[in-house]
């Protein structure tokens, strides 16, 4: 009887879960989400058991939904979002709520690391361009300083995966791709930066055992495979950050090609065979789950932005899919394929939570110029489609400036089902657009392809990806759209930098 991989992308507001078989077919998905506190602007947290109680709840629909059978499962691997935090006490409880990535509380503890480290060593060290509150190293400064009752409680200092993986197995384990944006890791020794513990009054004990992505953790505990259905024999896998699984999972293994990602957030993963740094300082390196590989990695606001302009902005369109099944964003496709390249003038600036790399702007805005009587909503929408194109060249450049080539696009998420956009992002780069069957599953297809390797089912990660990974459709840039593109590109750039002082200054009035 064949056996069964199960995998687990563990997302900022869902968690979703899809069994696949030796062949990389996916059998059945579940979706569960989930809400996260937010009781002031800068301060994004959740309690910790909403994530494995999240995982039963797929796994019980699953089971119900008669298409698997979860007893079956035998492998476990994880896709999960970086930098959320969980403190435990020595008995292994939580001791305080998860501080998700989104976090910004922690800025003054941030501007201290800046002050004693230097955003140079920080590159240099942990591949990340700069201190910033969202960042681990300044979170657990802030509890350090802010929670002191919480502080002197500390025995573990987890990620999300790691506490996942301990509740599955009960043992302490990390791997790099998510370690390497902790800030209190080193990316050029794979170990923990030991001046950086000392600084933030880590004990090196707290802090798990660093292992590749997948590999074998062990066993899955005896109570926990009857509490999720699945074998008692069951192996759990070190996974990996998110987008590094997504990236997987669309076949982005080797330099040349590059994945994005256009979910809530715009992520960007470009593969390297060796550690490069960016002379200019403007593209993190993050360590990538194949060992000794690594990628330029940034993300910023994405599919959040399309989505508020829908829930704000388009009644008309929701109120139709109410009544019809039609979706919304289906209706926007339509309408935006009316409007010209270039939206006749009108420009948007897509930052609602910041720019990140390689324009770093936590305090940036959303911006619409240009707007005129000719504008209408249609305008507005492909102008936010236009917008995140505009980002993606953005680093397509920063990307080359390193000397790295990027020869075809992977993209996935919920933006790569939208064909009027896939072609957008393929004028605006220039490049080739490769849409895949697995894209909207990229991240549980690829951390049950780490499973699966790690277990034996498939021989390598890359020969997993050629059989498994399928092309489904390829959007060429059309040349005539190019010169436009290039105009409203620079517009694009010339208005991010022109309206930073305004940004300052919304910053110093707050």
């Known amino acids: 009887m064949t056996e069964l991989i199960l ?9 979703k ?4 078989n030796s062949q990389g077919k996916n059998l059945a998905s579940a979706v569960v989400e989930y809400t996260l506190l ?3 602007t800068n301060i994004v947290e959740a309690p910790c058991r909403i994530y494995m109680e999240s995982i039963q709840k797929c796994m019980k629909v699953l089971s119900a939904s008669g298409r698997v059978d979860t007893s079956r499962i035998t492998t476990v691997g994880f896709s999960v979002q970086g930098e959320t935090l969980c403190f435990l006490d020595k008995e292994g409880s939580p001791l305080r709520n998860a501080i998700v990535w989104m976090d910004n509380r922690a800025g003054s503890q941030a501007e201290k690391l800046r002050n004693h480290f230097g955003d140079e060593l920080c590159y240099q060290v942990t591949g990340q361009v700069s201190f910033e509150a969202c960042w681990p190293a300044a979170k657990v400064l802030w509890v350090r300083e802010n929670e002191p009752e919480v502080y002197q409680n500390i025995r573990h200092i987890l990620l999300l995966e790691d506490y996942i993986i301990y509740l599955l197995t009960g043992k302490f384990v990390s791997e790099g791709s998510l370690l390497c944006s902790t800030e209190y890791w080193d990316i050029r020794t794979k170990d923990y930066w030991n001046d950086m513990l000392s600084f933030l009054g880590i004990q090196r004990e707290w802090l798990p055992d660093i292992r590749e992505s997948g590999e074998i953790v062990g066993k899955i505990l005896p109570e926990m495979a009857q509490a999720l259905g699945i074998s008692s024999e069951a192996r759990i896998a070190t996974g990996c950050l998110d987008q590094v699984a997504g990236a997987i ?14 979910g809530a957030a715009l992520a960007i993963c470009a593969v390297t065979d060796q550690l490069t740094y960016d002379p200019n300082r403007l593209m993190p390196v993050h360590y990538f789950a194949v060992p000794d590989t690594y990628m330029m990695h940034t993300f910023t606001t994405g599919g959040m932005c399309l989505r508020w302009f829908r829930d704000g902005f388009c009644q008309e369109e929701l109120s139709v899919q109410k009544t019809t099944g039609i979706d919304a964003y289906d209706l926007l496709n339509a309408a935006v394929e009316q409007i010209p390249p270039g939206c006749e003038g009108l420009i948007a600036l897509p930052h609602l939570q910041g720019s990140m790399a390689p ?3 936590l305090n940036a805005k959303g911006v619409f110029y240009g707007a005129t009587l000719l504008h209408q ?3 507005f929408a492909r102008s936010i489609m236009e917008s995140l194109g505009y980002i993606i060249r953005r680093n397509l450049e920063a990307i080359h400036d390193m000397g790295i080539q990027i020869n075809q696009i992977r993209t996935m998420g919920g933006g790569s089902k939208s064909e009027i956009w896939n072609q957008i992002k393929s004028d605006i780069t220039g490049k080739p657009f490769y849409t895949t069957q697995s894209a909207q599953d990229a991240a549980c297809l690829g951390a049950a392809i780490l499973a699966g390797t790690a277990t034996g089912v498939f021989k390598s990660i890359a020969s997993a990806c050629e059989s498994m990974v399928q092309v489904k459709r390829v959007y060429e840039p059309d040349e005539k759209n190019q010169e436009l593109y290039g105009r409203q590109y620079e517009k694009y750039m010339t208005l991010f930098h022109a309206v930073e002082p305004i940004f300052q200054m919304d910053q110093k009035d707050s």
């Open 7 to 15: 995998g687990i992308d563990i997302g900022t507001t869902s968690l």
């Open 17 to 20: 879960a899809a069994v696949f």
């Open 38 to 40: 937010t009781p002031d």
């Open 249 to 262: 999972g669309v076949g982005n293994i080797r330099p040349g090609l590059l994945s994005e990602n256009i």
């Open 359 to 361: 324009d770093v702007n």
């Open 377 to 379: 909503k249609a305008h």
